[in-house]
């Protein structure tokens, strides 16, 4: 597979174009629930790694050198990295205990998937908290090569979305509010009134609210409500901003047939 995996943040050219061409318009579910003209979870790419989901399983693989220098590409210890081709797929090597893979992001050096009870698998790398792990770099270590479960926060029971920029992480909750985590310092996780360098998993209220899409690209975030608003924070370039509202109307558009909103 050599899709085109030009990107910014997280947020493939494929998807992205698909989406400005339709996905802006509200993208309306028809009777069946599908949306046309939207890409579909199942794949997604980052600077120089993508992921796939195929037969209930995620694979992962590189689309330059360095790939998997911080374990974006989550193959564990079982594979020697740098003998790997470009473009030859493995497992994710995701725990027993996770659940179907239902959602996959990747961004820079960073990647997610989002099974189907809700948990969130995160890998990569950790030096901006951006795996959202409660002890900080256990054991030393500034990036994980396996995925490792999220802590889900208290307030949600199920995460649906997830959506990564450069250094930080949104997570759609089934209630329609975001949670958000990793770094913080241009508002890109809580708007401009607050900029954490760093941070845990915190409910984002400027992304929550009927909120049925996310999207991130760099260090800017977006939202897409029920009725099709969106909402931008963070350090926003307007081509920047382009593909992470292209990429919160590709999720907008593929949840809200199952939200609860």
């Known amino acids: 597979m050599r899709a085109d995996t030009r990107r910014r943040g997280g947020v493939t ?97 960073h990647s997610a998937v989002v099974d189907s009870s809700g948990e969130i698998w995160l890998f990569g790398c950790d030096r901006w908290l951006q795996l959202g792990q409660a002890t900080i770099w256990k054991g030393g270590s500034v990036w994980r090569n396996s995925p490792v479960r999220l802590g889900k926060p208290v307030a949600c029971s199920r995460f649906v979305d997830a959506a990564l920029g450069e250094d930080h992480t949104l997570a759609l909750c089934e209630d329609g509010n975001v949670w958000a985590w990793g770094r913080g310092e241009h508002g890109q996780l809580f708007g401009e009134a607050k900029r954490p360098f760093t941070s845990p998993p915190v409910l984002s209220a400027v992304l929550s609210g009927k909120t049925v899409g996310i999207g991130a690209a760099q260090h800017c975030s977006c939202r897409q409500r029920a009725d099709g608003v969106q909402t931008c924070v963070g350090s926003c370039s307007t081509r920047v901003k382009e593909f992470a509202q292209a990429a919160a109307a590709v999720s907008g558009a593929r949840n809200f047939h199952g939200s609860k909103l």
């Open 13 to 109: 050219a494929s998807r992205a174009a698909s989406a400005s061409r339709g996905a802006m318009a509200a993208e309306t579910p028809s009777a069946t629930g599908e949306s046309s003209g939207v890409s579909d979870a199942s794949t997604a790419c980052g600077a120089a790694h993508c992921l796939r989901i195929e037969a209930g399983k995620v694979f992962s693989w590189k689309t330059a050198t360095h790939g998997d220098r911080f374990g974006q590409c989550g193959w564990g210890k079982c594979i020697q990295v740098p003998s790997q081709p470009l473009f030859e797929q493995h497992q994710v090597a995701l725990p027993p205990e996770a659940r179907e893979p239902v959602r996959v992001a990747a961004s820079d050096s």
